[in-house]
């Protein structure tokens, strides 16, 4: 079952990028607001600006590098302050949630380096790269595979883990879940995707590694989760994503979570969420784990 209502004040079927960011708006404002137990700041990691979320007294040492979702044209660490909040809460793990370039202002691979940007900032501040965790939903689950084999072909050290929420890491909109749940879910749509692509990639290749991390090889990369729900139409890009992992011998979890829709874990009330959540903690902390010593 999807969270998201049908009844969205925004079309079905958008026309044009301002449709498009009208829906994702509504999305966004049924996140909520992030918990008042939570310390959040402006921050800066060198030229890429975001900000710091953390808990009192949590863990300063192990950080969660977060790429918000909005299919590249929309978002920023503000509209997505909750959900990053529910992973900081859950795990103790900081996060500074980057607010990366967007589409059609800034294309192309402008978010993949604002995030191998960040990232290298965090090396210099002196972070051991197996304390920090690529993370992110949707267009910034993609983002953060894409930042992964940045950080790969760069020849930096990996991080210490990838988590990805109902990512979108397929450009080429090939997974046959984009047609089979298009009556399920009622959070994303074909039409708004390929929106957002052609906004994004103006005239590059769909398939391109840095924009499908589905059609790259995964070699050398960390530990991977990735959760998604059985009904969104993202669910084989969750499959695809675990599936090229495993062809790297990988180390990988991909958990499809029955009836569920596209970023289940903001419905609090039920028990796949608080699972989920608790799930993608423990690995957050497990695949972090050598710094806290």
């Known amino acids: 079952m999807a969270i998201w209502p049908q009844n969205l004040a925004t079309p079905k079927t958008p026309t044009s990028i301002e449709d498009v960011r009208a829906r994702y708006a509504a999305q966004f404002a049924r996140f909520g607001a992030a ?4 310390e959040v700041t402006p921050g800066q990691l060198g030229p890429i600006g975001g900000e710091w979320v953390r808990r009192p007294g949590g863990d300063l040492v192990r950080t969660i590098l977060y790429f918000h979702g909005g299919g590249y044209v929309t978002g920023s660490p503000e509209t997505h302050r909750a959900l990053v909040g529910k992973l900081v809460e859950a795990s103790g793990v900081g996060a500074f949630s980057v607010a990366y370039r967007l589409a059609p202002d800034c294309f192309f691979p402008a978010p993949v380096r604002d995030g191998i940007d960040a990232y290298r900032a965090l090396l210099t501040k002196g972070f051991p790269a197996t304390s920090i965790i690529l993370a992110g939903d949707e267009a910034g689950g993609g983002l953060a595979f894409a930042v992964a084999l940045a950080v790969r072909n760069a020849g930096l050290e990996m991080p210490g883990g990838i988590v990805a929420l109902s990512p979108w890491a397929d450009m080429s909109l090939s997974g046959l879940s984009v047609l089979g749940n298009r009556r ?31 059609w790259s090889s995964l070699s050398g990369f960390p530990p991977v989760m990735v959760h998604a729900g059985s009904t969104e139409i993202l669910r084989d890009d969750a499959s695809k994503l675990g599936d090229r992992a495993a062809d790297a011998n990988v180390s990988v979890s991909v958990e499809i979570y029955d009836g569920m829709g596209h970023l289940f874990q903001m419905d609090a009330g039920r028990n796949e969420a608080k699972v989920s959540l608790l799930r993608l903690a423990q690995f957050i902390r497990a695949k972090s784990a050598a710094l806290a010593a």
Do not use: H, I, M, Q
């Open 184 to 214: 399920a879910d009622t959070a994303l749509e074909w039409e708004g995707l390929f929106l957002c692509a052609r906004n994004y990639l103006r005239k590059s290749n769909p398939c391109d590694s840095y924009a499908s991390p589905v």
């Open 35 to 38: 918990s008042d137990a939570l």
